[in-house]
Every structure is written in C-alpha cells, then in structure tokens.
C-alpha cells in the first residue's frame, strides 16, 4: 500500500502511505478504516471477514469484553500472524471499572484474544456512579506490565473528558475518544472533536453507517442522490464515500463492522483517495450537523 522511489544515490525511499496516519498522540500509523465487531451473528464468517480485512490493510480491530464471542473470533483471525501486523483495541465495561475489576477485566480479555497486550484499553463508556481515578490508576499498571501499550476512553463528552484529565495519574496520557458517528449524527463536531483535536486524541467513530435501526443512507432522497453523485465522480460506492468524508480529518478514524468479507472489501474502497472541497461541502449541505452533544449506541 506503498509507492517505492529511489533517491539519487540509488536508495529506495518508501512514500507515505495515505490510507495510514498517526493514531492520536502514538506516534504509531494505523488504518484510517478499521474493523469492529459489535454484534457478530456468524462467527465463521466474521473470522473471514476479518481476515479479508487485514489482506486489505485493515489493520485497526476493535472489540470489548460486552462484545460476547468477539474476542475469541478475533483470535481465530489472528492465529499464526505476526502480533504486530494488528492494531488492537478491546474495552473494560463500567461495572468492572475498578482498579482491581478493571485489571481483571483486561486479563481475561487477553486470554480470550489469545494474546499478551493490547495496542489500546478502553473504558467503554462512565455511568458517573464510580470514580475515574481507581480505573486510570489500572491502566497505569497495565501500561507498566505491558498489558497494553496505550489507553482511552469511549462515549465521554466534552464535561467528561475534562474530568479524566483532572485525575489522570502522572506520565498516563489518553489517546483516543471511541464515539457514535455517522452521516446522520454529526453531533461530535460541535464540541467532543475540537476538544479532542486540541488535546492530540484520535476520535473513533463506531457504527459509521448508523444503527440497525436506522435506515441507510439517512438524509432521505436528496442524501442518497448526494453520495450516489460523488461516488459517480470518483468511481466509488456511497459507503465508500461516507465512509472517506467520516475519517476526512487527521483525528478521525471509522470502525464499520467486519461481518461480511465483501463488505470489508468495500470498506477498504474508501482508502487511498481524497473528496475535494466541492465534494465536502455538497455532503455538508446534505447532511448537516445537528445541535446536540454526543450521541450514544
């Protein structure tokens, strides 16, 4: 996924590849398209589907222990693959976000990924009846024993966000904010996105194509004929194109499900390109962004 020049001495230089970029403040370039595995029916197919995602270079996989079966799918993918060809992200659940629960937690998500660490640990989301710092404190130590190299949080707004940092303990520093996002909820790019941007954290939008519930694309007749008339233009799908107008900024990453290994494919389809302005600002029009804070699945 990578062009290959020489310099004048002969040297082979390898050019940036642009379906990559720096995750948050790691330092560490990932795919800007990933692959959650919220809800997986098919576990067969889904361990396809996620192999057919890393042959495309879709290296970022997301997962949590809520997300029952998913990790033990996720192993299966990965067996007999070099750790470091993935990008892996699993969540502690609210309930068990104590120092010693989420230490715990993170154990046995380990076991079930079959693996030894995790590239980012996540709170999944904060009901506020639990204090933040035990929860940041475990991941220190588990930054500390190697049980993941990074960690986050997800679905915390602006308010939230402001009191991790307050009890973040020294040397421990958030790099990414897991969020609902979609052409139909831009609600994040009032306030959560600006923080995050302002703050070196990467945001991940899950469920890029909305919910189950919702109806694809939204936006009604004039959104469809939006996307359909810029994938036209490029010689791409309209899920190719939300999906590159959704991880259009340097912070923004997408998680669309891997369930269906075409689908994966497609999903890859939206890397390696770029919407011009006019392209922008006719989805902008078509989907605009609504008041509101941050919407939650």
């Known amino acids: 996924m990578t062009r290959s020049t020489r310099d004048r001495a002969g040297v082979e230089k390898r050019a940036p590849d642009p379906s990559r970029k720096p995750f948050g403040s790691t330092g560490v370039e990932v795919s800007a398209i990933g692959q959650g595995t919220w809800q997986l029916r098919d576990p067969r197919r889904a361990e396809e589907a996620l192999r057919a995602g890393l042959e495309a270079g879709l290296d970022h996989i997301d997962t949590a222990e809520l997300y029952v079966g998913s990790e033990a799918v996720i192993a299966k993918a ?91 303990p020294s040397g421990v520093k958030l790099v990414c904010n897991q969020v609902l996002y979609h052409l139909g909820d831009r609600a994040i790019e009032n306030e959560v996105l600006p923080w995050c941007e302002r703050h070196d954290m990467a945001v991940v939008g899950y469920s890029p194509f909305g919910s189950a519930r919702g109806r694809w694309p939204p936006g009604g007749r004039a959104g469809a004929e939006t996307l359909e008339a810029v994938a036209a233009k490029h010689g791409k799908t309209p899920r190719q194109v939300a999906l590159n107008f959704l991880t259009r900024r340097p912070s923004l990453f997408a998680i669309p499900k891997a369930e269906n290994p075409e689908h994966v494919r497609e999903n890859a389809g939206a890397l390696g390109w770029t919407l011009d302005a006019e392209d922008v600002a006719a989805i902008d029009a078509a989907f605009p962004v609504r008041r509101g804070g941050l919407g939650f699945l």
């Open 78 to 168: 990965l067996a007999g693959r070099p750790r470091d060809d993935v990008f892996l992200v699993s969540k502690v659940l609210p309930k068990n976000a104590t120092r010693r629960g989420t230490i715990k937690a993170c154990d046995a998500s380990l076991e079930r990924l079959a693996t030894d660490h995790v590239d980012v640990y996540l709170l999944h989301w904060w009901d506020g009846d639990k204090p933040l710092a035990p929860v940041f404190e475990a991941f220190a130590e588990l930054i500390d024993d190697g049980k993941t190299r990074f960690v986050g949080v997800s679905n915390f707004d602006v308010e939230e966000l402001e009191r991790a940092q307050e009890v973040l």
